[in-house]
């Protein structure tokens, strides 16, 4: 079984699935997974790609019509959030942070929580805080550190990292070089992972 | 069970899993599907979105081995053609009468499974004498057909339907009022269909 990589920007939307997904599916697949925030949008911008590719006002509503069916069909909790599209930048730097120090994966998921199930939006200092909370975290402490030039450097070389990998969406999973975008093909990353989905033809 | 109407674009890469896929499928669900073509590029014009999706190159490369990823998981024949993305004008014309008249289904699945095994692209006089003659109707006529005023106008209503019914990608399936995108929302499609997915909250 080869590691899995969880590459997320804080302000995605079918994030929430596979934050919410991830852990259940991992454990039944014997699959370890490395959670990694970056920001989505410097990506983006870097290769001239829309930005909130759901602005446009029918595909947006299609957006929000399918993740409430997803969520449902994965027996996921879902309340449509307030805000759209939060600014995620300094939860990305705190996530970047926990992601060093280890602490990644239950931040995240209180972040996420947070946002999707009581609309405590993400980016809020009331989101931060909670979550900051949640996992034991003195939010002082940590609101500062994020702050410092060498969290902001992290978070930078995090998204460069996934940039070089090819990732261009969120959520994206990354096995060795292979790359794999949106949460419905969580399942394929895993399997993938497990040397199960192997396609003939080279690239 | 309500009835499912496909509607997809002859240029979609991801169409050819649907189209490869969906017999099967609605044999075990006992769905009857529809089979109707629009213009894709008429629809992404009108609404100012971008054409040909992945035609950025990291996205496109992206999308040229996850379509062959999802192609392996699903047991389908598939050779990435050479030509991308094909004239697709006069195809949609012919599959429109083709589906008025009744063998709208039996054609496409050939201009399909000629285009994705063995490289006979579609668009190309070559598929669509193939196509038509396997399907037992005399290419001449139906290409003189094909060029009526009266189907180019069928082909326009189509397009305006599917646009009208927020449809703005190929495969999309309509079930009444809903919309899936995607050939990995097929499943979804036809749950709802048997008033099997039925998310809790409104639009």
Not at 169 to 180: A, D, L, Y
């Amino acid at each position: 079984m080869q590691r899995l990589t969880f590459w997320f920007e804080y302000g995605s939307t079918y994030t929430w699935l596979s934050v919410a997904r991830i852990d259940a599916l991992a454990q039944a697949h014997g699959a370890q997974i490395e959670w990694r925030p970056f920001l989505l949008s410097a990506i983006l911008k870097q290769r001239g790609m829309v930005e909130g590719p759901f602005a446009e006002p029918v595909k947006g509503r299609y957006m929000w019509r399918d993740l409430e069916r997803r969520a449902a069909r994965h027996g996921i909790a879902y309340r449509k959030p307030t805000v759209y599209l939060p600014n995620t930048l300094l939860t990305a730097r705190i996530g970047t942070l926990a992601a060093v120090q280890g602490w990644c994966e239950p931040f995240t998921r209180e972040v996420f929580r947070l946002h999707w199930t009581e609309d405590v939006g993400i980016g809020t200092d009331d989101n931060l805080r909670r979550a900051l909370t949640a996992v034991g975290k003195s939010p002082e402490q940590v609101l500062q550190a994020a702050q410092s030039e060498s969290t902001k450097q992290l978070l930078r070389a995090a998204t460069d990292e996934a940039e070089a990998l090819g990732v261009f969406g969120s959520p994206s999973f990354t096995v060795g070089e292979e790359v794999f975008w949106g949460d419905d093909r969580l399942e394929d990353a895993l399997d993938f992972a497990a040397g199960r989905l192997l396609p003939a033809t080279g690239r």
